[in-house]
C-alpha cells in the first residue's frame, strides 16, 4: 500500500471515530471530524498533510 492510500484509510478511520464518538460520547467530539475535513481541504492546495509527513518517517512508502 502507498502513502496515498494510508492517508485515505486513516482520514475515513478517524471521521468514522469522531462522528461515532460526537454520537455517543460528547458533540464536541464534532470538531474533531471538522478539523480532519478542513486538513483534506487544505492538502488539495497544498501538497501537505501533517500526517503524510508523519507517515514518510514511519517509512511508507510513497
Known amino acids: 500500500m ?3 492510500r494510508y492517508l485515505r484509510l486513516i482520514a475515513g478511520f478517524f471521521v468514522m471515530l ?3 464518538l460526537g454520537y455517543w460520547v460528547h458533540p464536541a467530539w464534532f470538531l474533531f471530524t471538522a478539523f480532519v475535513g478542513l486538513n483534506l481541504f487544505q492538502s488539495s492546495f497544498t501538497n501537505w498533510c ?4 508523519f ?3 514511519l517509512g ?3
Not at 501533517?50 to 509527513?53: D, H, I, Q, V
Open 2 to 4: 502507498n502513502i496515498d
Open 55 to 57: 507517515l514518510k518517517k
Open 18 to 20: 469522531s462522528v461515532a
Open 50 to 53: 501533517p500526517m503524510m509527513t
Open 60 to 62: 511508507v512508502q510513497a
